[in-house]
């Protein structure tokens, strides 16, 4: 029977640590979620937002039931979401740091006219509402449609830019310099 049908069998499974060697040599984009579902915002920095579909605009992401933003995850009907470049580091690690209001103006920030919490000039970002849930291991994957977006710093198709990843438990900024073949389109 298929995983999505049956219980995983975690006794055959990939040992965990093994799991997380692997993707510690995996870069990721980095990206900040913020959600309201009326209690007050919260936020948290996240490497696993993916595109899904451009027609309909969907993308993905998945939250650890360990985040203190998980519960406000859980119930919240729309999210934005901040992809960040090297100029935001400091909306990045605020994201990631726990146990502190990420909203005590340590980063601007301000509010929609539809509600939502947005950090002020960070690269981008996409106003979403959340169509799906899906239980995954100890984490919920979330998927999200696009429903209004904001450029700040734009990249252009091909040209280098000041892309933030996370490699190895550590920031990383891409750049020209890290460029090994130019033209190759995905």
Same mark, same amino acid.
């Given at each position: 029977?298929?995983?999505?049908?049956?219980?995983?069998?975690?006794?055959q499974?990939?040992?965990?640590?093994?799991f997380?060697?692997?993707?510690?040599?995996?870069?990721?984009?980095?990206?900040? !979620?913020?959600?309201?579902? *009326?209690?007050?915002?919260?936020a948290?920095?996240?490497?696993?937002?993916a595109?899904?579909?451009?027609?309909?605009?969907?993308?993905?992401?998945?939250?650890?039931?360990?985040?203190?933003?998980?519960?406000?995850?859980?119930?919240?009907?729309?999210?934005?979401?901040?992809?960040?470049? &090297?100029?935001?580091?400091?909306?990045?690690?605020?994201?990631?740091?726990?146990? !502190?209001?990420?909203?005590?103006?340590?980063?601007?920030?301000?509010?929609?006219?539809? *509600?939502?919490?947005?950090?002020? *000039?960070?690269?981008?970002? &996409?106003?979403c509402?959340? &169509?799906e849930?899906?239980?995954?291991?100890?984490?919920?994957?979330?998927i999200?449609?696009?429903?209004?977006s904001?450029?700040?710093?734009? &990249?252009?198709?091909?040209?280098?830019?000041?892309?933030?990843?996370?490699?190895?438990?550590?920031?990383h900024?891409?750049?020209?310099?890290?460029?090994i073949?130019? *033209? !190759?389109?995905m």
């Amino acid at each position: 029977m298929p995983a999505s049908k049956a219980a995983i069998d975690v006794e055959q499974s990939l040992p965990s640590e093994d799991f997380k060697a692997v993707f510690r040599g995996h870069p990721s984009g980095v990206a900040v !979620i913020t959600a309201d579902a *009326g209690q007050g915002p919260v936020a948290l920095t996240a490497s696993s937002v993916a595109s899904v579909s451009a027609e309909p605009p969907l993308l993905i992401f998945s939250v650890s039931a360990l985040s203190s933003a998980s519960p406000v995850l859980s119930r919240a009907e729309t999210v934005v979401v901040h992809f960040l470049d &090297v100029q935001d580091i400091d909306v990045a690690k605020l994201g990631a740091k726990s146990g !502190i209001d990420r909203f005590a103006q340590a980063q601007t920030w301000t509010r929609l006219s539809t *509600g939502e919490t947005v950090y002020d *000039g960070v690269r981008a970002w &996409v106003r979403c509402e959340i &169509v799906e849930r899906i239980q995954a291991g100890e984490s919920k994957v979330l998927i999200a449609r696009a429903l209004q977006s904001h450029i700040e710093r734009d &990249v252009q198709p091909g040209q280098p830019s000041d892309a933030l990843v996370y490699h190895n438990r550590m920031w990383h900024h891409l750049d020209e310099r890290s460029a090994i073949d130019h *033209g !190759i389109a995905m």
